[in-house]
């Protein structure tokens, strides 16, 4: 995949102190965005990579609207891994919400085209694949990432 005009302008910074910022029009002019804060990830260090299966499912259950994704490419928080997790819930919709079909997204901008990603959905609970994507699903494969975005925010992706 050629390298997007938001990864050649500054990596994730880039993206988000341009791009996301003039989209999202209510970030104060002088913030900046930063791709990780030392003492936020120290803070929050004894709740890093626990399964939160549980609060998903109150939330769900609560009918809070679920989103989760997953970069195809993905090495720290695999896909088959997330899949797995899914499966896990205790939600009693879990099982129409695996038999549902999975829907393509499709891309032809950015130098795209064709499929880009899928999506999941029965009630509150989404699932999106993100192809071409790792970690960062933004800055690795925009287009799909901002139409998932325009999805959870109910705002057309431009």
Request: hydrophobic share 40%; aromatic share 8%; proline share 5%.
């Amino acid at each position: 995949m050629a390298a997007s005009s938001s990864s050649s302008a500054g990596g994730f910074d880039g993206l988000m102190n341009t791009v996301i910022k003039k989209k999202l029009g209510i970030i104060p002019k002088d913030l900046k965005w930063g791709e990780q804060s030392d003492d936020v990830f120290d803070a929050l260090a004894g709740d890093f990579m626990k399964p939160r299966i549980q609060e998903v499912d109150q939330l769900l259950k609560l009918g809070v609207n679920v989103t989760i994704y997953s970069g195809q490419l993905d090495l720290i928080c695999a896909t088959k891994g997330t899949m797995d997790w899914v499966q896990k819930l205790k939600w009693d919709d879990l099982n129409s919400f695996l038999s549902s079909p999975r829907t393509p997204i499709y891309c032809d901008k950015e130098g795209q085209s064709g499929t880009q990603a899928f999506v999941k959905s029965y009630k509150n609970l989404n699932f999106y694949w993100i192809l071409e994507a790792g970690h960062m699903v933004p800055l690795d494969n925009p287009c799909p990432a901002l139409k998932m975005l325009a999805d959870i925010t109910r705002s057309p992706a431009e």
